[in-house]
């Protein structure tokens, strides 16, 4: 009987560890799990998700380019960048010609991004940060995104909340919901395409679209309302805001410091690290 008991057990503890670190990748243990996990495998992320290019220009490239091609000089944000899988599509456009800043919490995605970059490395800048405190002012960017990705925060309303914030009036939001039968491995992280829609709309946004993407997410795009006028190319520093305490951020040699004496350090491969 005892042994009984004892392959129950471990058969309830197998399972448990499956849904809590592979189907859930960690989503409830913990941002530092989850940052550990994607920190594990990032030299093989790429390989894992096997990125289709002509699929990634059609569903993500080329929509993003249209929506942006009465901005003179775009700026794009990508919260949970990752290994750069939306810049790398964004920047093989002709017709893009913006800049983009990517934010992720796993240093080693960050470290592939560049490296996957390296060629439009003039054009992007990489951010160790939390998705849940943009270090940028209140309407910074031409477009915001967030891709599979919003379901292994700790909060993902609170990750909208900053993504709309940072949004400037008439930009392009893209973000996507993860549905399928994975979804129901997710509670309280996941939502019906209709909720997630009404979401959207409460914090204002319009002209919110649902797009069937891949068998696991949809892929949803808004635009938040109001007139863009041309602001033109802005320099690094006029973005900026310290994650301390929210003041404007000045380079000096490998490091941005704010008045208030904060830190931000440059990495060796170029990055921001605002979450040393
Ligand atoms: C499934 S990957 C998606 C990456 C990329 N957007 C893509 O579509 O390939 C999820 C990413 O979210 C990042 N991430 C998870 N929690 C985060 C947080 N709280 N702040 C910033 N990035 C986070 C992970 O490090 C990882 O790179």
Known sequence: ??????????????GLLYWQLILAEGAYLG??????????????????????????????????????????????????????????????????????????????????????TAVWSERITFIHQDAGQLPFPDATFDAVACLEALEFMPDPDKVLREMVRVLRPGGFLLTTNRIGKDARWLPGRTCKPEAFEAKLRALSLEMVQTRLWQEDYDLISAVKPGVRGPVGMRRLEEILRC??????????????HCANGHTVPITPEGILDMAH
């Open 31 to 116: 941002r530092r799990v989850v940052i550990l996990l994607y920190d594990w495998s990032a030299r093989i992320y790429d390989r894992i998700k096997g990125f289709n290019p002509g699929y990634e220009q059609w569903f993500l490239g080329l929509p993003l380019t249209q929506a942006l091609a009465d901005f003179p000089d775009p700026l794009v944000l990508d919260v949970a960048t990752g290994t750069a899988r939306l810049a790398r599509t964004l920047f093989q456009q002709s017709h893009f010609r913006g800049r983009l800043i990517g934010v992720d919490l796993s240093r080693k995605m960050l470290q592939q991004a560049v490296q996957a």
């Open 1 to 14: 009987m005892g042994w009984i008991i004892g392959i129950v057990g471990l058969l309830l503890i197998g």
């Open 243 to 256: 994650p301390r305490c929210g003041q404007p951020l000045r380079r000096q040699e490998a490091a941005f």
